[in-house]
């Protein structure tokens, strides 16, 4: 090879190398260090029942990962699934059922094949002292009781319709909340006399609201879905933190918050 190939050579490839680190090091796009480990932004997307679980989560998820920022975005999960649709950024999604992450496989925005890594049931949360005297499905289609469900997109709307369906209960809820917070924030201020909420979210309020449980629950129990996307900003930090909510620490911290293992 001649001195000029060779100078030709050298150039290309301290070009090629410059802009592998300037790809690298922008902002808080992301891949992994020099040493293999997971950097920057790394932007989940998670059902609202989520709420508790994923902050203690995302929190030990940095820890392992020095130098890794998780944001979280939790809201209803039909929500969050037509977001990613119409284009938003995000690295991950864990939907409250596999209803709302169907809709984003089949519209294509998915990375391989979602996996179940929690299950919940549902309960009857109530005020503390329980003024209504509610103990089951049949007393919330009592005259003057007043219910607050989830919309039925919801997951835990379309649970709560399974579960009152399976006990032959028709009523009419004063209240239709776009994700599980906003039916149990009915309770916890006093507006409503009951709800119908995850296990989980009447535990983690466990202060103002207590848990009435009832055998229907068990016809309606939502398998919880994880799955990196597409078009993930962070594709290596959306597996890993994947991975990292099936391991034995983040499976403790979901147990811990009364979810079922898968």
Known sequence: MSGRSRLATLTAGVATALLALTGCGGGDTPTTGADGRVTGTVTVFAAASLTESFTRIARDFEATNPGVTVTLNLAGSSALANQINQGAPADVFASAAPKNMATVTEAGNAEGTPSVFARNQLVIAVPRGNPAGVRGLPDLARPGVQVALCAEQVPCGAAARTALTAAGVALTPVTLEQDVRGALAKVKLGEVDAALVYRTDARAASADVAGVE????????????????RDAPNPAGARAFVAYVHS??????????GFQSP
């Open 214 to 229: 009832f055998p229907e629950s068990a016809r309606a129990i939502n398998d919880y879905p994880i799955v990196a996307l």
């Open 248 to 257: 034995a620490p983040a499976q403790a911290v979901l147990a811990g918050a």
